[in-house]
């Protein structure tokens, strides 16, 4: 670009000395035609490339370093030129309106996810994936969302209405027939209980202890204290333990008529549950002090530090990420892309908030412009000017020599032969 410029600085400079010596040249021969002719030309030449000369250098400078009025254009109205280019910018050519329509013009959606597509299996991509993943479950801080997550909890555990969930698990109950195995369970107990050696003894022991205090007069003093001699603590338990489990063992029998019997008024008190208002007020001051108490923020914060660390963990398995992490993105966008009114939302999304951006700093634009011109000081803005129109400018000093040489013939020849 320099030499361009310079050489067509040479240009404008030859054209002007070949006018001056072409000008001193013709003096000796003003007697003749020719040399009259020749000579008008050279001078009108002369003068136009003088002229020129002067108009191209005070757009940029005082020419030959003198103050004349209404030189150095450039330099004296740099903050108007400057201001008319950043209007020209804003108003003219980079109109809010302008790249709104051009935005328009554009499809986002469809160029984003056309290059997710083609760059997801790419190894850069998914090792970016991967950090990023990483970087932001490290960013998770577990300490502040357990609070949360125990606050949510509770607040679902106390929303729950006893009313409606007792009923069914009362339902629940009797379908499974946990009533019968409840009950099972207690024979069961029972049994055991009653088989064992010091049951006997303690069933006898409280069987005499019962005999001995018992009240009576006359007759019945006498009776019971003829049956305490003749049996004792070992007999009275055994006889008593048998009773005990013989019970038992009757009321195992699916079939037998008191365990029917005891059965069928566990269901009806069951089902009177349903509809005991003070069964349900217990059982709600009960849930609510249950959770009032209960303090889950260290269990839930241990798990969700070690899900945390397990997830991390698990974006490193190459089988992870090519067979589950990977798949699962594809198909989300293939089902995305099957979606129009989803793509067109995204659309929308996406140029509303651009358009949004250049509403906000549209402004910036011209600052920015501005910023950037006014880091330049008045020389290195005209050598850029010059280098950038120079070429064109110098071309003019040129013309200049040349037309008004081609007039002054003109002008010469019409006042010789006229």
């Not at 809010?96 to 850069?124: A, V, Y």
């Not at 839930?300 to 699962?328: H, S, V, W």
């Amino acid at each position: 670009m320099f030499k361009q410029k310079n050489k067509s600085r040479h240009l404008a400079a030859i054209s002007l000395a070949v006018m001056a010596i072409g000008f001193i040249a013709t003096m000796p021969y003003q007697d003749s035609l020719w040399g009259v002719i020749l000579q008008g030309g050279f001078e009108a030449g002369l003068v136009g490339g003088l002229a020129d000369w002067f108009a191209v250098t005070a757009l940029f400078r005082h020419p030959l370093g003198i103050p004349i009025p209404h030189t150095a254009l450039l330099p004296k109205n740099r903050k108007r030129i400057i201001g008319g280019i950043i209007s020209m910018l804003e108003n003219d050519w980079l109109t809010k309106e302008s790249i709104r329509k051009k935005i328009d013009t554009f499809h986002f959606s469809d160029k984003i996810l056309s290059l997710i597509e083609k760059e997801l299996h790419s190894p850069g991509v998914q090792k970016n994936f991967k950090s990023v993943i990483q970087y932001l479950l490290n960013k998770v801080d577990i300490n502040k969302i357990a609070p949360i997550i125990e606050k949510e909890i509770k607040n679902y555990l106390n929303e729950l209405d006893i009313k409606l969930y007792l009923p069914l698990l009362i339902d629940q109950v009797s379908i499974r027939k946990y009533d019968e195995r409840a009950l099972d369970f207690v024979l069961k107990e029972i049994d055991e209980w009653a088989s064992r050696e010091t049951t006997k003894y303690k069933l006898g022991g409280m069987a005499v202890d019962a005999i001995e205090n018992i009240k009576a007069d006359g007759i019945m003093q006498f009776a019971l204290k003829s049956f305490s001699n003749l049996v004792n603590e070992e007999k009275l338990g055994g006889i008593l333990q048998n009773l005990i489990l013989k019970g038992v063992d009757s009321f195992r029998d699916p079939f037998n008529q008191n365990r029917q019997t005891l059965l069928i008024h566990i269901h009806n008190k069951l089902q009177n549950i349903k509809s005991d208002e003070k069964i349900f007020d217990e059982l709600e001051n009960f849930k609510i002090q249950l959770i009032d108490k209960w303090e889950p923020e260290e269990k839930i914060t241990g798990f969700l530090t070690k899900l945390q660390q397990r997830a991390i963990e698990t974006l490193d398995d190459p089988i992870f990420m090519n067979e589950y992490l990977l798949p699962l993105i594809e198909n989300s966008l293939n089902e995305f892309k099957k979606n129009p009114e989803k793509i067109n939302n995204l659309e929308s999304w996406i140029k509303k908030h651009i358009s949004n951006f250049v509403d906000n700093n549209h402004s910036k634009i011209g600052k920015l412009v501005e910023e950037n011109l006014e880091k330049l000081d008045n020389e290195t803005l005209i050598n850029m000017i010059e280098n950038n129109v120079g070429k064109d400018l110098q071309w003019i000093r040129v013309n200049g020599a040349v037309c008004g040489f081609l007039i002054g013939l003109v002008l010469i020849g019409i006042k010789t032969f006229f």
